[in-house]
C-alpha cells in the first residue's frame, strides 16, 4: 500500500492567517490526490480533487498543489469556520488517507 | 438532493457477521463509484473497499480482505457490505460514500458525498 504521510499533526493559527499543510506519498502518485475536511462528529467533505482542482461549493481561500510524491493544502485567510482536522487521500492505487491535520484556534 | 443512508450496525460478537445497507437517492447511482470507509473512535479515516460503477472493478484494504465483500445493485440503488470473522478491530462508524467518477481510483476521484455512518460494535 502507498502510505501517506501529513505534516504537521497539528497547528495553531489565528484568524486571518495563511495556513499549509503537507502530504507525502512514499511513491509517486501523479496528482491522485484529494483533501477532505472533518468536523467533529461529521462525515469527512471533499475539498480538493485531482491535487488542484476545486469541489463544488468550497471556499476559494482553499486550494491544493502538487505534484508526483509531494502535495499542499493552503488556506489562505483562516476563518473561524475552517478549525477542522484535514486529510489527504489517495486513489492512484488501493486508496489511502493520511494521519490528519489539526487545525486549532491559537 | 444527494442522500446515502447506511443501515444493518450494531453490536456482534468476534468471529461473527454482519451485512451494511447503503440506501441512495438524488443521482444516477450506476454511473458512479462507490466506497466504504470506516472511521474508529478518536482516529482517522481508514478506506476499507471500493466498487466501480458496473461491478467490473473492487478493491478492498488489505486489513479485511478475504473477510467483507462489497456488491451493489443498481436496480435497486443500493449498495452492500458483507463482514464475516469479525474482529475487535473492525469496530467503528462505517461510512459509505459516493465516488466523483464511475472508477475506484481516478485522477479526478474523491469521495464527494457521504452517508451519516453506521456503527459497527464488535465484542464479546
Known amino acids: 500500500d502507498i502510505q501517506m504521510t501529513q505534516s504537521p499533526s497539528s497547528l495553531s493559527a489565528s484568524v486571518g492567517d495563511r495556513v499549509t499543510i503537507t502530504c507525502r506519498a512514499s511513491?509517486?502518485?501523479?496528482?491522485?490526490l484529494h483533501w477532505y475536511q472533518q468536523k467533529s462528529g461529521t462525515a469527512p467533505k471533499l475539498l480538493i480533487y485531482g491535487a488542484s482542482s476545486l469541489q463544488s461549493g468550497v471556499p476559494s481561500r482553499f486550494s491544493g498543489s502538487g505534484s508526483g510524491t509531494d502535495f499542499t493544502l493552503t488556506i489562505s485567510s483562516l476563518q473561524p469556520e475552517d478549525f477542522a482536522t484535514y486529510y489527504c487521500?489517495?486513489?492512484?492505487?488501493?486508496?489511502?488517507f493520511g494521519q490528519g491535520t489539526k487545525v486549532e484556534i491559537k | 438532493e444527494v442522500q446515502l443512508v447506511e443501515s444493518g450496525g450494531g453490536l456482534v460478537q468476534p468471529g461473527r457477521s454482519l451485512r451494511l445497507s447503503c440506501a441512495v437517492s438524488?443521482?444516477?447511482?450506476?454511473?458512479?463509484?462507490m466506497h466504504w470507509v470506516r472511521q474508529a473512535p478518536g482516529k482517522g479515516p481508514e478506506w476499507v473497499s471500493g466498487?466501480?460503477?458496473?461491478?467490473?472493478?473492487?478493491a478492498y484494504a488489505d486489513s479485511v480482505k478475504g473477510r467483507f465483500t462489497i456488491s451493489r445493485d443498481n436496480t435497486k440503488n443500493s449498495l452492500y457490505l458483507q463482514m464475516n470473522s469479525l474482529r475487535t478491530e473492525d469496530t467503528a462508524l462505517y461510512y459509505c460514500?459516493?465516488?466523483?467518477?464511475?472508477?475506484?481510483?481516478?485522477?479526478?476521484?474523491?469521495?464527494?458525498?457521504w452517508g451519516q455512518g453506521t456503527l459497527v460494535t464488535v465484542s464479546s
Open positions: 438524488g443521482f444516477t447511482f450506476g454511473d458512479y463509484a
Open positions: 487521500q489517495q486513489s492512484y492505487s488501493t486508496p489511502t
Open positions: 460514500g459516493k465516488d466523483r467518477t464511475g472508477a475506484i481510483g481516478a485522477r479526478r476521484s474523491g469521495i464527494d458525498y
Open positions: 466498487i466501480n460503477w458496473n461491478s467490473a472493478d473492487i
Open positions: 511513491l509517486s502518485i501523479s496528482n491522485f
